[in-house]
């Protein structure tokens, strides 16, 4: 069974810095995609970042990066680096990855299958 466990929310103040991580165990693919949503109160989910297998990325603003920590068959493991944050960043923030087939590309519309329970982020002024 495939587990998706984001951590490192919290509550931060503007301007300040956070950083999120995601662990994905036993998707056993070479080959993946790994995002991150973000989903505030009375707000559709939006994408924030992307990043496979091959270090391609994908990030909604300059101000967020992805890092590839760890990967193994068993587990990969990468980071949401956000930094000068804004009290609009306030959201609850999402893993989820999915297997990347051989030659496509990783998008924010895709259908990912397995997601994260979410971890909060909250910005104050």
């Known amino acids: 069974e495939v587990q998706v466990v984001e951590s490192g929310g919290g509550s931060v103040q503007v301007g300040g810095s956070l950083t999120l991580s995601c662990v994905v165990t036993?998707?056993?693919?070479?080959?993946?995609?790994i995002a991150w949503f973000r989903q505030a109160p009375g707000k559709e989910r939006e994408g924030v970042a992307i990043r496979d297998d091959n270090g391609r990325t994908t990030h909604l603003d300059s101000r967020f990066t992805t890092t590839k920590d760890n990967a193994t068959f068993l587990q990969l493991q990468t980071s949401l680096v956000m930094i000068s944050l804004k009290p609009e960043d306030t959201a609850m923030y999402y893993c989820a990855a999915r297997k990347r087939a051989f030659g496509s590309e990783c998008q924010f519309g895709d259908d990912y299958d397995y997601w994260g329970l979410g971890t909060q982020v909250t910005v104050s002024s």
């Open positions: 036993r998707l056993f693919s070479s080959r993946y995609c």
